[in-house]
């Protein structure tokens, strides 16, 4: 039998000039969301589709990766580009170029990476702490970008502890951006546990004047229209749910549209004919993306797992699929699959990715110590900003 979701014509999101008709948003994931992997979701539904972090020194510098990260595909008609940066001019520069050069129609901030290379430095989702400092830089990249709307990501704070998300809301709102995305973990939780929604719903009675987007376990479209309903989210951003399941946006989109007029609709259950086919189209994207093919078979190894979730793929088969080094190779592979295969049901969906454990945040030495940038913290979080891009 075919699962039924019920759908709900939501109303159009608003971020400053764009409008989109249906609430939904790629989250940035480094390593990922490269043009590949948005075009081939734009194929199967609607949204706002981010790229994956791009750092804003090496957009100064202009270091060969940010520059062929920071290009889109002619099909991608809004441009939608995330940056890391931990100093307001280097943030503003960076704005200042994106804008001047007419490379990007979307500015999304930073502020929710956990990872620790990132925070130890002060970065990403331990920034906000220090509120003063998070107010300026989006305060200068508001200002940079002019008309072209720019939005933050967080987290909701560093532990249970030091929870930030509500003055760094109100700080952001007030800095004038247009819209303000949360994903409902702090960055000690990593991806572990179950988001607490709870938090999208405080944030969303505390910010009143910019759409307010929800993130974390939306793994089906159900989920995106429950997080709707249960928080009074203006919209939902969608992560690792969508990895290995490029369709997720298809069943999205229809959900959220309400094509059927409060009818029930069926949701993309793809067979194994189809899973391999979209696989293969993944590939051929990251070909031209990276002009390379023995580079693109490298890239999509790390998707074979998440493709293939749940599906009656051997052992053998998949350890061959992530060790491929060319695109005929891989041809020959997915031939050998019974691309009759049905959908297998539960075993394909619900969370994929890493989760990860608990565990403490890496911070600089002292940065609970105070709500403000002291003695050489500022040097240190320049020095961490790095000029690499995607991760």
């Given at each position: 039998?075919?699962?039924?979701?019920?759908?709900?014509r939501a109303a159009p999101l608003s971020i400053g000039p764009l409008t989109l008709d249906v609430p939904v948003v790629l989250a940035p994931m480094a390593g990922i969301t490269n043009t590949a992997f948005r075009r081939l979701c734009r194929e199967f539904g609607a949204g706002l589709y981010v790229s994956e972090m791009i750092t804003s020194r090496a957009l100064v510098e202009r270091t060969p990766e940010s520059m062929r990260l920071i290009n889109?595909?002619?099909?991608?008609?809004?441009?939608?580009?995330?940056?890391?940066?931990?100093?307001?001019?280097?943030v503003s520069d960076a704005v200042t170029m994106l804008v001047a050069e007419d490379r990007a129609d979307h500015i999304d901030l930073n502020f929710g990476c956990p990872v620790p290379k990132v925070t130890r430095k002060g970065g990403g989702a331990a920034l906000p702490w220090k509120l003063g400092l998070?107010?300026?830089?989006?305060?200068?990249?508001?200002?940079a970008a002019g008309a072209v709307p720019v939005t933050v990501?967080?987290?909701?704070?560093?532990?249970?502890?030091?929870?930030?998300?509500?003055?760094?809301?109100?700080?952001?709102?007030?800095?004038?951006?247009?819209?303000?995305?949360?994903?409902a973990r702090t960055a000690s939780e990593h991806y572990s546990g179950v988001a607490d929604w709870s938090a999208?719903?405080?944030?969303?009675?505390?910010?009143?004047?910019?759409?307010?987007?929800?993130?974390?376990?939306?793994?089906?479209?159900?989920?995106?229209?429950?997080?709707?309903?249960?928080?009074?989210?203006?919209?939902?951003?969608?992560?690792?749910?969508?990895?290995?399941?490029?369709?997720?946006?298809?069943?999205?989109?229809?959900a959220f549209r309400g094509q059927c007029a409060g009818e029930e609709i069926a949701l993309i259950q793809p067979n194994l004919g189809r899973v391999a086919e979209t696989f293969r189209r993944h590939a051929?994207?990251?070909?031209?993306?990276?002009?390379?093919?023995?580079?693109?078979?490298?890239?999509i190894r790390k998707h074979v797992a998440w493709y293939f979730k749940g599906y009656p793929v051997g052992g053998d088969l998949r350890a061959s699929l992530?060790?491929?080094?060319?695109?005929?190779?891989?041809?020959?592979?997915?031939?050998?699959?019974?691309?009759?295969q049905e959908y297998p049901g539960a075993g394909a969906e619900g969370p994929r990715g890493r989760a990860g454990s608990p565990k403490k945040t890496s911070l600089p030495e002292h940065w609970l110590d105070s709500r403000e940038i002291v003695g050489a913290e500022r040097a240190n979080l320049t020095e961490g900003e790095g000029d690499t891009s995607g991760g």
């Open positions: 039998m075919t699962p039924e979701i019920a759908t709900s889109h595909h002619e099909s991608e008609t809004t441009r939608s580009i995330q940056l890391y940066g931990v100093d307001p001019k280097t998070f107010r300026q830089i989006v305060e200068a990249a508001v200002i990501k967080m987290r909701k704070g560093i532990d249970s502890d030091h929870l930030t998300y509500l003055e760094a809301g109100k700080a952001a709102e007030g800095a004038g951006v247009s819209a303000i995305a949360l994903h999208i719903t405080t944030l969303k009675n505390t910010i009143t004047s910019v759409p307010v987007l929800g993130n974390g376990d939306i793994w089906s479209a159900d989920d995106a229209l429950r997080m709707v309903a249960e928080t009074g989210c203006d919209g939902v951003v969608v992560g690792r749910g969508c990895l290995g399941r490029p369709w997720l946006f298809g069943d999205l989109a229809a051929e994207l990251l070909t031209e993306f990276f002009d390379s093919e023995e580079r693109a078979c490298r890239d992530a060790s491929v080094v060319s695109l005929a190779q891989l041809d020959d592979l997915l031939g050998t699959l019974d691309w009759q």
